[in-house]
């Protein structure tokens, strides 16, 4: 298994950091500011502007793998610049590769009809428009996706919608067109994971309401926009439908595979921002008479940051390699595993930085808390530890069921006499 960078990888992650360099983190503060100022309702003119200097400069669509419509990298190609991008909140989506754009079109590339691509694909892989995910239920535990409550009715040519939905990503944004809807079709189907369907609609569809922005620790419209949306009685055509009537679960785990790995690459780019940020500071703040950088649990604290990404940073890297090897199929124990693992390892190295930083790291002057809140927010959103501990438990214990039960020796090797036991005392040796 080769880790390494391609030619072809290593040029264009120059080509990244250089652009990063020159319009990414000098635009930081701004694009903070804007989305404080101006709310999860509004568009955001840095984000704007950004975006033709990104496609002129040929850092567009990177994280699509068909070359028809991305830019034909693997999942380990990948790996690398999408941790880059990861280092800031406002990069991902001047690149348009942001969540959850990037797994609405990758289900349009797999599971949409030619008409759904033509309709709503390019556009979105223009950067013309956005879209939404509404899977999550306020009323139900949404980690079990066969709790979904939501109904998709047939009425002839069309279906109808209700439900109430919630951390619909991108909902408040304006440029907002098309909701990725994932409902029951089939409540009474003995197969729990035939109950659901997965359906396109129209954001300016009559019955589609977007209640309010959610926040995220305090957090409105970065990075994602969080929203509750209620549909009530919306109708939509039946060629509406993705893929088929009762596919949704399976559309589901095949479009949270490479969603899951992506929240990963770009954790281990916010560690590593964060670490690096620990590290300057730390040597410029003194206390009692020498800096922090030079006290016993600074420095423990930056060896074990640097542990930490280096670990998650294989393992995402196996995960990538084992997913374009293998599938995402084979490839699922390593997704829960990286998935439990990334964002655990991004919240402690950035709360560690929080800590070096002192009473400031608590504000968001450079930007520590906007960095624990997505990181925190991950151990969530695609599923929680819990589900992917459970699921990774479940596949380790799978490969030794056809094993024997272990039972204990009957046959033991018989130890020597000691010199100084009590066998050796009766016979006199002092």
């Given at each position: ?7 072809h ?14 319009h990414i ?8 500011r804007?989305?404080s ?24 669509n990177l ?6 419509y ?16 990861g ?9 348009n ?13 797999r ?7 033509a309709?709503?694909?390019?556009p ?5 428009i956005?879209?939404?995910f509404?899977?999550?239920e ?11 409550e939501?109904?998709i ?24 067109e ?7 079709s ?8 035939r109950?659901q369907?997965?359906?396109?609609v ?18 409105y ?20 439908m ?7 679960f399976?559309i ?6 490479p ?25 410029h703040r003194v206390?009692?008479?020498?800096p ?12 074990e ?8 940073r294989?393992?995402t ?6 997913m374009?090897?293998?599938?995402n ?53 695609d599923g ?10 479940r596949l ?6 056809d ?19 009590p ?8």
């Amino acid at each position: 298994m080769n880790l390494g960078q391609d030619k072809h990888t290593s040029e264009l992650m120059s080509r990244l950091e250089a652009f990063m360099e020159e319009h990414i983190y000098p635009n930081e503060e701004r694009f903070f500011r804007e989305s404080s100022e101006l709310g999860p309702w509004s568009v955001w003119p840095v984000v704007e502007e950004l975006k033709p200097l990104a496609r002129d400069a040929g850092l567009w669509n990177l994280f699509l793998p068909d070359s028809d419509y991305g830019a034909g990298l693997t999942n380990l190609q990948y790996a690398p610049l999408c941790e880059v991008m990861g280092r800031s909140h406002l990069a991902p989506e001047v690149f348009n590769c942001s969540a959850p754009d990037t797994g609405n079109m990758e289900t349009l590339v797999r599971y949409g009809t030619d008409e759904q691509r033509a309709q709503w694909l390019l556009p979105l892989l223009n950067g013309e428009i956005r879209s939404s995910f509404a899977m999550t239920e306020p009323a139900v535990a949404s980690s079990d996706a066969t709790n979904i409550e939501s109904s998709i009715v047939r009425d002839g040519d069309e279906y109808i919608l209700n439900g109430r939905k919630w951390y619909t990503t991108n909902a408040t944004d304006p440029r907002c067109e098309i909701i990725i809807f994932m409902g029951k079709s089939a409540p009474n189907d003995p197969d729990r994971h035939r109950q659901q369907s997965m359906i396109l609609v129209p954001k300016n569809t009559a019955g589609v309401e977007v209640l309010r922005p959610l926040p995220v620790f305090n957090f409105y419209g970065m990075p994602d926009r969080a929203s509750e949306v209620l549909f009530t009685d919306v109708r939509v055509p039946a060629s509406n439908m993705l893929l088929g009537e009762g596919r949704g679960f399976e559309i589901a785990q095949g479009r949270l595979g490479p969603g899951r790995i992506h929240h990963c690459m770009r954790l281990v780019g916010l560690a590593e921002r964060a670490l690096e940020m620990m590290c300057q500071r730390t040597q410029h703040r003194v206390t009692f008479g020498r800096p922090i950088a030079e006290q016993t649990v600074t420095l423990e604290r930056i060896a074990e940051a640097r542990i930490a990404i280096e670990q998650t940073r294989l393992l995402t890297l196996k995960t990538a390699h084992l997913m374009d090897t293998v599938g995402n199929k084979e490839a699922r124990r390593e997704i829960a595993m990286i998935k439990i693992a990334a964002p655990q390892m991004a919240c402690k190295v950035i709360d560690w930085a929080i800590q070096a930083f002192g009473g400031v790291g608590t504000a968001n002057d450079f930007g520590l808390p906007a960095m624990f809140a997505t990181a925190r927010l991950l151990r969530l959103a695609d599923g929680p530890d819990e589900v992917h501990r459970n699921q990774l438990g479940r596949l380790e214990l799978r490969r030794f069921e056809d094993k024997e039960p272990l039972r204990p020796r009957t046959e033991w090797v018989a130890w020597p006499k000691s010199s100084t036991g009590p066998e050796a005392r009766e016979g006199g040796i002092e």
